[in-house]
């Protein structure tokens, strides 16, 4: 039978929670939780499972973890000491580097991890990016990596080279968004080469299709992620798409709910509307059964759970679950 485990970044605890998560129903049920040195922001786990980093600020360090299969708990192994502070942190596709970018720092890197599973403290790549990155990841293949630059309205493309963990700039390496856009997170089309970019500033999703033989992006789309004729102060923060590529959420803070999207056979969105979820929804997940949706409320200090219908992509309320002060962050592991 399998095993689900939930870790919520709680910024103003300085602690990573950690929960069970009943597949049937949908439940969380706290098992305690570890705290770190600074404010964690966000997790990136090694494919095997092994391992789980969180980029924690005011140490700039990467914590790494490792995961107990059986119960979910996490005993701290490291703690590394990066060259700014980690707004986002995850690993690539071989989990052999850590990849992290820095909001006030302007830069990416890259960072070796151990057999231990502890990341080494030497960079291979330092690359400055423009203002604000607020997120980093490698594509599918392993061979790009994409920066979203909110504070300059455009998206940094790199080559990456998997053996040496090295991150150069690819040939015309800045994407261009919409004036006032402020790219900020994004996730892959499971199956085409699309990329969806959540736009903090302008309250939508920016669609770029991906040439797999190049790394290039290009701009197909901007979608909205409020109502028509909405009329509040909002900023978007996180994207997921559903595994079977049929719908996509986004989460607004200020009017405090998820946006949602079907998607067509090439990969273009068109709106669902706006589910209400609690205040400032600074990160949410769909589980790994894609069953549920949980949505953390930054400001309410609880989770919103949902469970998604998987015909029309609504999305209807279940619980709520009190987390600890800041929820910022959720991460979902299945264990066999």
Known sequence: MSRYF??????????????????????????????VDGAPGSIGVSPDQRFLYAG???????????INAETGALTQIGETTLVDNPVYVITNKTG???????????????Y???????????????VKTDKNPHSIQPDPSDRYVFVPNTGADCILQYLFDAETGTITPNEDPVVPTNENTGPRH????????VVYFVNEKGNNVTVCDLDSS????????YISTLPEGAEVESYTADIHITADAKFLYASNRGHDSLARYSVDESGR?????????????????????GAFLF??????????????????????????????????????????
């Open 6 to 35: 939930m870790y919520v970044c709680l910024g103003g605890d300085k602690k990573i929670a950690t929960f069970n998560m009943c597949p049937e129903s949908g439940r969380i049920e706290s098992t305690g939780g570890i705290e």
């Open 56 to 66: 924690v600020r005011g140490p700039n360090s990467a914590t790494a973890f490792s």
């Open 96 to 110: 052999k580097y850590l990849l992290m970018s820095s909001y006030g720092g302007a830069v990416a890197a890259s």
């Open 112 to 126: 070796p991890i151990g057999d231990d599973g502890v990341v080494q403290p030497d960079a291979i790549s330092v």
């Open 186 to 193: 994004f996730c892959f089309h499971p199956t085409l080469g």
């Open 214 to 221: 190049t790394g290039k992006l290009t701009v197909v789309q």
């Open 269 to 289: 969105l068109s709106f669902l509307g706006a589910t209400p979820t609690e205040a400032w929804p600074r990160g949410f997940r769909i589980d790994p059964t």
């Open 295 to 336: 949505s953390a409320g930054e400001k309410s200090d609880q989770i919103a759970s949902y469970r998604l219908d998987s015909e029309t992509g609504g999305l209807d309320p279940l619980e709520v679950f009190e987390t600890g002060k800041g929820p910022n962050w959720i991460t979902i592991l299945e264990f066999s």
